[in-house]
């Protein structure tokens, strides 16, 4: 575990915090040989290997919370609705997750962007 990841959640808001850790747990066992990070002031997974890139990462705003998959080109591929989504990720409340199979087709299509 990254220390830097445990003091960005430990200074969230405690439902803010309960949500980040789950979306964390999930990234987690989809992504279970990958280095846990920080990466552009956000938690993160990272490929294995000294060159290993960003698959995803996650944040906490005032008023959501956010998964980002590094890419611009994966967001609008994927149906995330009824989630607001942005070119490089999909936004939502601490009380309304992102449901686990949507995380999952996220970070396949990010891994597979990524073998290409």
Do not use: W
Request: proline share 11%; net charge positive.
């Amino acid at each position: 575990m990254s220390a830097e990841v445990e003091a960005y959640l430990a200074a969230l808001p405690p439902h803010f915090r309960a949500a980040a850790e789950t979306l964390r747990a999930q990234l987690k066992a989809l992504l279970p040989d990958h280095i846990e990070c920080m990466s552009y002031a956000m938690p993160g997974f990272r490929a294995p290997g000294p060159k290993g890139k960003m698959v995803a990462g996650y944040a906490a705003f005032t008023h959501h919370l956010g998964l980002y998959p590094h890419s611009g080109s994966v967001i609008p591929n994927i149906d995330c609705a009824p989630f607001k989504t942005s070119k490089s990720g999909v936004l939502f409340a601490p009380d309304h997750p992102l449901p686990p199979a949507l995380i999952a087709k996220i970070i396949h299509a990010r891994q597979a962007e990524l073998a290409q």
